[in-house]
Nanobody, 124 residues
């Protein structure tokens, strides 16, 4: 079993930045691919970014790739999402997810472990 706890969400004005953190516990963190998803009110959960267990192959979806960066610190069992130049369209609950695999995925159903989510609100 893996437990994930997100932090770092909050309210920010457009153009601002936030860094989300997700602390993991329960298993060997470096064996797990990690991802961030988000869900806005009335919308489906949306893939944002993923990173392999070693930290290689960080990838962000096209809509955020020039503004967001995913990274991880395996010594701290933590994955991060640095979000810059935020817009109101980034407003959502952001979820951290993990899967015990070397294979990365953008599909939420491929991730068995989820955090409780952290709210990000961007005002114009």
């Amino acid at each position: 079993q893996v437990q994930l706890v997100e932090s770092g969400g909050g309210s920010v004005q457009a153009g601002g930045s936030l860094r989300l953190s997700c602390a993991a516990s329960g298993r060997t963190f470096s064996s797990y691919a990690m991802a961030w998803f988000r869900q806005a009110p009335g919308k489906d959960r949306e893939f944002v970014a993923h990173i392999s267990g070693s930290g290689a192959n960080p990838y962000c979806t096209d809509s955020v790739k020039d503004r967001f960066t995913i990274s991880r610190d395996n010594a701290k069992d933590t994955v991060y999402l640095q979000m810059n130049s935020l817009t109101p369209e980034d407003t959502a609950v952001y979820y951290c997810a993990s899967r015990p695999s070397l294979i990365l995925s953008t599909l939420p159903q491929q991730y068995p472990y989820w955090g409780q989510g952290t709210q990000v609100t961007v005002s114009s």
